[in-house]
């Protein structure tokens, strides 16, 4: 009897109560669960997905999304398919295009077209729609009939950029977007001087950021020090000075900035009046890069603030003392010990700001004047007022793209771990 | 960068629900300010008045990328929309706007058919007309003890006149501005604007301003701008100097040489909820009576010939329109019409071209 026991306890495999495997019986119940905490998380997935994953896939896929063309003038694009792109193309050409015209003028795309064609050739749209509303009328030879409706038919360059807008999809708004574009035989070239603009907003656009960065860090490191250090009574009006302006909506903090800093603003009205400049000397603080720097460091500030904090509250006071006991001075003590231990509070706090101020808006759209502009205004010129919104797109891809390098980097580096949000 | 992307998206959600909730009423769209107050007193008054579906007024910057929007995400809220020229002959060549049947307009309170009453090039094929306006400069009088600037050319004159300027952030109008105040006569410009030397030209005009200027986005800034004492002169939408004048009392004078006057037109986007309500509110707004009686509160000129001789006083200040009326004879002798083909051509690369300018 004991020995069939031992045999089973050894051998066989353990049951539950009602003769299933416990180990089956454990799987289930686990698996229940997962199951249960994937659905409490489903819906902020959905949420999450829908919000934001969904839009930046359509956004990625509009910045290469080329259909206009493709679409609407399927004659010609059947017959410049095989035009080698020297010289101009015969005449079934020009005769699909007649063909194209009418049709499109008819379901009413030729704008749509035309549209199109513009951002690549500046003049065409009038070509287009002025062309489509004689073709109707028009009789073989059409290569006549088209050149005599406007000399533009004859050009070569017309007729490669119809050809390259014939694809479904382009990489040409990425080119806009770090100006460059193709040329007449399709290579890649800088885009003429007086058109060049966007490489410098990234360029500005970075140093902005990182101009802000520096500049919460430098002011903000004071502030949570003294959060985390002060007695308790002291700290909480501290960290409500910290936070009231946090809970302020952001345009009436930006708005509160063109009140002060405006040329016939309070601080300039202050140095006038104790005679630091004179009348004449107001100095142009805001409508510029200054503003812009000065506004959102403010606005971002507790941003650097909170996640400097939360780690400093954590760092025992007994650490510096003991290194001053054993000798060193407050400013050793403070560079070797206290420091490195606040390095996650400093990399998540730049991490945030930085990041924030990269895609930042409203703030250099109100008081960025010319030189304070950063690419997301530009995106939006793009999305309100010139309709491009695959350039738009593009931009927005190139930022992706760049603040994704910029965390993979600071992960390289400084280590995602070695990160502290709050 | 998901900044935008994540407003964009949040927009779309407030367009939803702006859709359901205002399903049913008339939505009109306009500029805000003085003007879409002149409009609700001399259009959206009488309208509801006489019976006419409820309205919703809403405000917009102006441009096509909201109606764009709609159209294209298939849920269109916006019934009415007040756009300028170049839009409303954009947004009919990409399909965004409805064709509007000009048989539905009035006969003229003379009797002159609508047709012959519109002045020439003011119906468009989706587009009926409601204003001429004009972008003109205007400054400050008291800041001026001797002698005040009466040309364009002044406008540039840093050393007759020191001070900072306005101007609005866009090539639209400025490019114009900047060949006129430079020689080049109003007929002249549109053509010197097809080549690239003429366009440098008015870059190179604009640079000798460049360092002193402020730039403006919104109609409404330009007269804040002067009352600040922010700029000395400021280009500016001349309804605006106006109402300002007019309504507070404001020191402003307005420079009409080199005016680049343009239209404002009623559209209709394609899929509006409410088409015939608002193809009946167009021919309303825009019958003799309602043309010259939206004249009465901002200095915008009425484009039916009818319409001119009824422009009487101020409704509420009591001054006679007529002398502020863009197309008054002493002002429009030097006027230039905005060119809409030329811009519908050429604004993608002027404007890379003005943005990359404005950059550097």
Redesign the interface.
């Known amino acids: 009897m004991s020995d069939q026991v031992t045999a089973a306890a050894y051998a066989g495999p353990v049951l539950a109560a009602d003769g299933t495997l416990l180990k089956d019986r454990l799987n289930k119940t686990m698996r229940r669960r997962k199951l249960i905490a994937a659905g409490l998380v489903l819906p902020l997935g959905a949420f999450v997905f829908i ?2 994953m969904f ?2 896939i359509l ?1 990625l896929y509009r910045s290469v999304d080329n259909p206009v063309v493709h679409d609407n003038m399927p004659q010609t694009v059947a017959a410049l398919e095989y035009w080698d792109g020297q010289g101009i193309p015969g005449e079934e050409a020009f005769a699909a295009m007649v063909a194209d015209l009418v049709q499109a003028r008819k379901s ?5 077209v ?2 199109r064609l ?2 690549e050739m ?5 070509v287009l ?1 002025g062309t489509a509303r004689k073709a109707k009328n028009m009789k073989a030879p059409f290569k006549d009939a088209l050149i005599a409706a406007n000399d533009l038919w004859g050009e070569r360059e017309l007729w490669v950029t119809i050809k390259r807008m014939a694809k479904p999809f382009t990489a040409s708004q990425y080119l806009a977007a770090v100006d460059m574009r193709f040329d007449i035989d399709n290579n890649m070239v800088m885009q003429d001087e ?4 966007y490489v ?2 990234f360029g ?1 656009t970075l140093w902005i950021s990182l101009l802000v960065s520096v500049m919460c860090l430098l002011l903000g490191y004071p502030v949570a020090y003294l959060l985390a250090t002060l007695p308790l009574k002291y700290s909480n009006l501290l960290m409500i000075m910290v936070l009231l302006p946090f809970w302020t909506s952001l345009l009436v903090r930006t708005t509160s900035w063109i009140v002060l800093l ?3 603003g309070v601080i300039n009205d202050l140095m006038v009046w104790t005679g630091i400049i004179s009348e004449e000397g107001r100095i142009q603080m805001i ?1 510029n890069q200054m503003g812009t720097v000065i506004a959102m460091t403010h606005i971002l500030l507790p941003f650097m603030v909170l996640p400097l904090y939360s780690v400093m509250k954590t760092i025992p006071p007994s650490y510096m003392r003991a290194a001053l006991s054993l000798g060193a001075n407050p400013v050793t003590s403070f560079v070797r010990v206290y420091a490195p231990q606040t390095v996650p509070g400093i990399g998540a706090g730049s991490l945030l700001v930085f990041i924030l101020s ?4 409203i703030t250099p759209a109100l008081v960025g ?3 304070g ?1 950063m690419i ?1 205004n ?4 793009h ?6 919104w695959g350039l738009a797109a593009a931009l ?1 891809g190139i ?2 793209v ?2 994704l390098f910029l965390y993979w980097a600071y992960s390289k580096i400084v280590g995602v771990d070695n990160m502290k949000l709050g | ?9 949040v927009a779309a959600a407030g367009i939803l629900l702006a859709g359901a909730a205002s399903a049913g009423n008339l939505t009109v769209v306009s500029w805000g300010g003085g003007y879409t107050k002149s409009q609700v007193e001399a259009y959206h008054k009488p309208w509801l008045a006489m019976g006419g579906k409820a309205i919703n007024s809403e405000d917009y ?1 102006g ?3 909201e109606v ?1 929007a709609q159209v294209e995400s298939g849920k269109v809220v916006w019934d009415l929309v007040d756009v300028e020229l170049s839009d409303a002959v ?1 947004g ?4 965004l706007l409805l064709p509007i049947d000009k048989s539905i307009l009035p006969a003229g309170d003379d009797g002159t058919p609508a047709l012959k009453d519109f002045l020439p090039g003011t119906l468009t094929e989706c587009g009926v007309a409601s204003i001429v306006w004009t972008t003109i400069y205007a400054y400050d009088t008291t800041k001026f003890s001797g002698a005040k600037p009466t040309t364009m050319a002044d406008f540039y004159d840093l050393k007759k006149f020191p001070g ?1 300027r306005g101007l609005r952030k ?1 090539a639209k109008s400025n490019l114009e501005m900047a060949l006129m105040a430079d020689g080049v006569a109003p007929a002249d410009v549109y053509k010197m604007l097809g080549t690239n030397a003429g366009v440098e030209r008015a ?1 190179a005009k604009l640079d000798t301003i460049k360092g002193s ?3 403006w986005e919104a109609g409404a800034q330009p007269p804040q701008m002067l009352a ?3 700029v000395l002169m400021t280009t500016a939408y001349n309804g605006r100097i106006f109402g300002a004048v007019a309504t507070e009392n404001k020191p402003f004078a307005i420079v009409w040489d080199a005016q680049v006057w343009d239209l404002d037109l009623w559209v209709i986007p394609k899929g509006a909820p409410n088409v015939a309500d608002a193809l009946k509110f167009v021919a309303f707004s825009t019958d003799t009576k309602r043309n010259a009686a939206q004249a009465s509160w901002i200095s915008y000129g009425p484009v039916r010939k009818s319409a001119a001789p009824l422009v009487g006083k101020h409704a509420t200040a009591g001054i006679d329109m007529k002398p502020h009326m863009p197309t008054a004879p002493g002002n429009f002798k030097n006027a230039l019409q905005n060119d809409f ?1 030329f811009w ?6 002027l ?3 003005f ?6």
Request: hydrophobic share 35%.
């Open positions: 919000t934001f839009p930046i956004m009413k795309e030729i704008g749509r035309a549209t513009n951002f500046s003049g065409v749209r009038s729609t007086d058109r060049q603009i410098t907003i500005r405006q040329t016939n409508y990269i895609g930042y808006y004047g010319r030189t502009q997301s530009f995106i939006a010129f999305m309100q007022k010139s309709l491009n927005g930022l992706l760049g603040v | 960068m998901s900044k935008s992307l994540l407003l964009s998206t910057n441009g096509l990328a764009k954009r009919c060549d990409e399909g900072k866009g870059f200027t402020v730039w600040d004492g922010e083909a519908a051509d050429h604004a993608d690369e404007n890379e071209k943005n990359s300018w404005l950059a550097k």
